[in-house]
């Protein structure tokens, strides 16, 4: 039995990225060189052509593919289980998809501290047995 292909509202996805941004319109109005109307049109539309969803994503710093593939539920999904996970390198990806540099840096930031988590341990340890 066939299904009927779901589409997918490119503008919603467009307006959940934004916000996971903490971007609003106006600001993404300004980075397109459009109306804040503009992008509330753009929000509203299931399609947008393809120049036009590269300049969205480059304004926004993910990719094409981020935007079109984008699912919420995922998002959050990973998100809980970076929170959850001690070695959140293995979910590095999702935290790229959104916003690269920050992301990362954030990553490198919590595996350092892990690290140096793991030094404060061993000099503990080393004390205690007199050394």
């Not at 307006?15 to 971007?23: A, S």
Request: glycine share 4%; aromatic share 4%.
């Amino acid at each position: 039995m066939s299904h009927p292909e779901i589409k997918q509202h490119i503008g919603r996805k467009i307006v959940r990225i934004r916000e996971l941004r903490g971007m609003k319109q106006d600001t993404l109005a300004l980075k397109l060189g459009v109306s804040q109307q503009t992008v509330s049109r753009i929000e509203q539309s299931e399609e947008i052509d393809d120049a036009r969803l590269a300049e969205i994503a480059s304004a926004l710093e993910v990719t094409v593919e981020a935007i079109r593939n984008f699912n919420e539920d995922a998002v959050i999904n990973h998100m809980n289980n970076i929170h959850n996970n001690h070695d959140s390198s293995v979910n590095a990806v999702i935290y790229y998809q959104l916003s690269p540099v920050d992301r990362i840096t954030e990553l490198y930031e919590r595996l350092l501290e892990n690290e140096r988590e793991k030094v404060r341990k061993l000099e503990e340890r080393i004390r205690e047995l007199g050394g």
